[in-house]
């Protein structure tokens, strides 16, 4: 609807004009209603075409006009001299409003290319993007900040000590193997161990319950190294990790925001689901999964039976809440850590097939985001 | 480890109506993700990924076993029917085994029998099908009983030719570094210190123990005596060789997640039991069966209100028993006995709550939202700016980029840190700074448009002695095809955003062809920031603007001019740069009196007095 019918149609509601301006006792009122409300509709006019329009309903054929003429027939004869006069003044009087206006109409920019101009895009300014993983992390930031958490930031070059130690994986444990983790030449210290590129926001797990404060709802999201390059692992990524410690937290506290993470970050019509699994650092551990947005859940090519691995969460081990400094017969908490660009692969209609291009900075590729 | 087994040989133990499908189904919520459902021969082959936990579940017993907790409980029929294993009877006690274990820890269950008439040959057609639909080549049925076994019951074992062991005598010892054996694969080893080797009497090395056979007491078609050999070896020394030999067998695998120490003697009588059947095999020595560590019961309290405290739900004290029983824990007063496969992994009351959880189902429980205290903390203003920042940029037409946090050395500074095992030449040093890598951005992508504007907010690491390296935020800029006034403005428009007053210019980089860079410690720049604003009051007095151009002499710079004629009068209400050419350089001026209207003799006023001021350094009106 463009705006000039849009008006004609909000008018016609203020003014019901036919029938009840026939019957109406002031004759004259209704006539001065009927100029003003022309004139109204006349500076919105914006083209020729909106002027016929105009035209046609005041004094075409079946405008509004003829309309009022071919009442007379219904009333007396001494009242019929009257109206007839009276509308042959008002008739004159819009002719001449129109025809003022329709002499003074000068529409801009018409010319003979007006077709084609009207058929061009705007001229955009050029804007650029921000990269996939900031939009990735402002969304999932944006998530979790109304149940409470705080984002926070921990080394992302970090000790031993707090990539596996405090996190109940003693050296020699071979769950450190998985982590295939790069070392810095640095000296090693008695206490803390190596330093490594940390391979886990997990880090900042103990490094927030040695803050000392309770409870806890931590976001940290921070960039991990590992020692893999693949379709689906890249030497440097991003994690996101949350952790709650609170009193009376438990298995289904986890699930629960879980759950709003998903379906508000990949749609409400997407499921996750709990696996059984095995970190040293929660207990029970598990793998959050995701529906594939493909087959949703049928199985398919592109995914395990219907599912794709998110990544791990648990309850905290004691072992864990110990070496934060915070008494685990009193407090339990939650903890979960996923790959940024993992989870924003996930999401239905992404199809980026390969966890690479987010850091090859191709600008083909980070302008389509 | 993702670990293959066969549906129809899951029914050697379990007798069930649910199909392989909904087994994997109902596997993967309660125990381990089935990965895919693999068709051979006929048959499901499940490949199943276990839990580092769970070695015992690298076998199809202990696949079995799970599956018989887990399906009664999802509306299907199971029941065991796995059969017990028949003690044997010695035909003879003719041959005998010198064992000599220098280091007790390095095994800790040593057993073994000596087998005759044995005699060689192919596998039964089972036998093979078996084997070949989990991956493994048929090698001759008493080598395919050992593999069989492996799969089975998850205990690896080996076949020595008892002939080929010189005086009948092992010496099990840790090797010396550079000793050499050769392979089953015929591949030789060198070997560093503390892998568990076997010696016999002649001093040869003829086992790689938990690893893999040596080559020269291997199992041939002439063999006739079988020296079977099933044992536990100590898992971190399995796992330090294996992963320094860089040969991760199937049998390493399964000897470093722990070996079920009393499943040892029911593999040991069932290989037995099929090498008869098969292969006409006598016992002809006593069982060999050498404990050198001794496990104690291992028992833990079930404390059935912590166990609802972390499931968060009420699960009745009965069920919490019949769970456990079911997956094999023996109740005794408050107390359950880990059962025997399960003895590394079990050892705190969380562990049992896990067990019981998993079996209640985890898609079971209901999901709620956090409640109680909301934390207090302190908003860290970092992030906001960090928004701020880079929506600024996008909207100047930046593209965000991210590199990765290692780069080559041609592109760090001296004091760069290094990475010990860096995955190649370029991820060899921690960055110490953002530029080079983003002009490597610039030049992969120069073909892109003419004009190229790239950013990156990251860390970089700087060495700190023997501390953590210091890693703060910094904010890099390169931009190729615009000038570098350009650039200057929208460092500028940075500053403003962010409320800077502080307006030091930053350095700005030239690296050739109409690149050029710039990096700022945005974490040094959010310092200065403020979300501060003070609002100046209007007034009704219009202003007056005018632009006026100088011509500059050598050696006058900007800011003086500038802090020049801002001194002249302080009805100078703003002042800008407004363009250059040569030397002419042109201030749009606005001249404001907030207490009257100003007029043109006000303006002419102020005018000589700036003219005044300029005159003394030589700058003069440009006509």
Known sequence: MTPVNFYIYISLALFPITDIFVISMDISENHENLKHELKEKLKCVSSRQDLEKIKLEYIGKKGILNQLFSKMTDLAANERKDFGARLNVLKNEIETIINDFSNNFSQP????????????????????????????????????????????????????YFAFEALNMPEDHPARDDWETFFVDLPFDKKMGRVVLTPHTSNGQVREMLKGKLPIRMLNISRCGRRQIDISHGPTFF???????????????????????????????????????????????????????????????????????????GMVHPNVLKAGGIDPEKYSGFAFGWGVERTYMMKSGTKIDDIRHIFANDLRFLEQF | MNVLIPYSWIKDYIKTNADAKEAARILSLHCFSVERINKVNG?????????????????????????NVVLPRNGFKCEWVGKKSEVFHPASTDDCLEAVIKDKTLVPRFCAVVLSNVKIGESP????????????????????????????????????DYDKIEGHKMIVRESKEGEKVVTLDGVERKLPEGVIVIEDGSGRLIDLCGIMGAKNSEVDESTKKVLLFVQAYDPVRIRKASMSLGHRTEAALRFEKGIDFEGIIPALYDSVEMLHEIAGAEVSSDLIDIKNVERNVKSIPVDYEKINKIAGIDIKPEVVDQTLSDLGFENRNGFVVVPSWRYEDIEITEDLAEEVIRIYGYHNLPGRLLTGEIPVTERDDSYYWEDVV??????????????????????????????????????????????????????????????????????????????????QQFLGIV????VKIELRGILEVIGDE??????????????????????????????????????????????????????????????????????????????????????????????????????????????????????????????
């Open chain 2, 390 to 471: 880079k929506d600024l940029l996008k909207h100047l037409g930046f593209f965000e980029c991210y590199t990765y946090s290692c780069t080559k050395k041609e592109n760090v500074s001296a004091t760069a840190l290094k990475i010990v095992n860096p995955l190649s030449e370029d991820l060899l040093y921690l960055k110490t700074s953002l530029l080079p890598q983003l002009v490597e951005v610039l030049d992969k992508n120069q073909s892109y448009r003419d004009k190229i504007k790239l950013f990156e907010l990251s860390s970089v690491y700087f060495s700190n002695g023997k501390d953590l390296p210091l890693q």
């Open chain 2, 43 to 67: 048959d499901d082959v499940l490949e199943v990924e276990v839990t580092p936990n769970r070695g015992d579940a690298l076998s199809v017993i202990g696949i079995a076993r799970e599956l």
């Open chain 2, 125 to 160: 057609q089972k036998i093979k099908a078996r084997l070949e639909s989990v991956g493994i080549r048929t090698l001759g049925n008493v080598i395919d009983v050992t593999n069989y076994m492996m799969i089975d019951k998850g205990q690896p074992m080996h076949a020595f």
């Open chain 1, 239 to 313: 994690q996101f990790e949350g952790l709650v410690v609170d009193k009376n937290i438990n298995t289904t506290h986890l699930k629960g925001v879980l759950n709003y993470f998903a379906k508000n970050f990949f749609g409400p019509d997407r499921k996750i689901r709990l696996r059984p699994y095995d970190f040293r650092f929660t207990e029970p551990s598990f793998e959050v999964d995701i529906d594939c947005g493909m087959c949703h859940g049928k199985g398919c090519k592109l995914c395990k039976g219907g599912w794709h691995e998110l990544g791990g969460a």
């Open chain 2, 479 to 482: 931009t190729k095809g615009i």
């Open chain 1, 109 to 160: 920019n018409t010319s003979e290319y007006d077709e084609l101009y009207n058929s061009l895009p705007g001229k955009k300014p050029e804007i650029g993007h921000t990269h996939i993983i900031t939009q990735a992390i402002r969304e999932i930031v944006d998530i979790f900040k109304p149940l409470g958490f705080t984002r926070v930031r921990y080394p992302e070059v970090d000790w031993e």
């Open chain 2, 498 to 623: 962010m409320g800077i007053q502080d307006d030091s210019p930053f350095e700005i980089s030239d690296f050739g062809n109409g690149k050029f860079g710039v990096e700022i410690n945005f974490e040094e720049l959010v310092k200065k920031a403020t979300k501060e604003k003070t609002y100046i009051p209007l007034t009704n007095f219009n202003s007056i603007k005018e632009d006026l151009t100088f011509s500059i002499p050598r050696g006058v710079l900007y800011p003086q001019v500038r802090s020049l004629i801002l001194d002249s009068d302080e009805r100078i209400y703003k002042l800008g740069f407004k363009d250059i050419y040569k030397n002419a350089l042109t201030f749009a001026i606005e001249y404001l009196d907030r207490e009257k209207q100003i007029s043109s003799e006000d303006t002419q006023e102020i005018r000589k007095k700036i003219f005044e001021k300029l005159e003394k350094i030589g700058v003069r009106l440009k006509v």
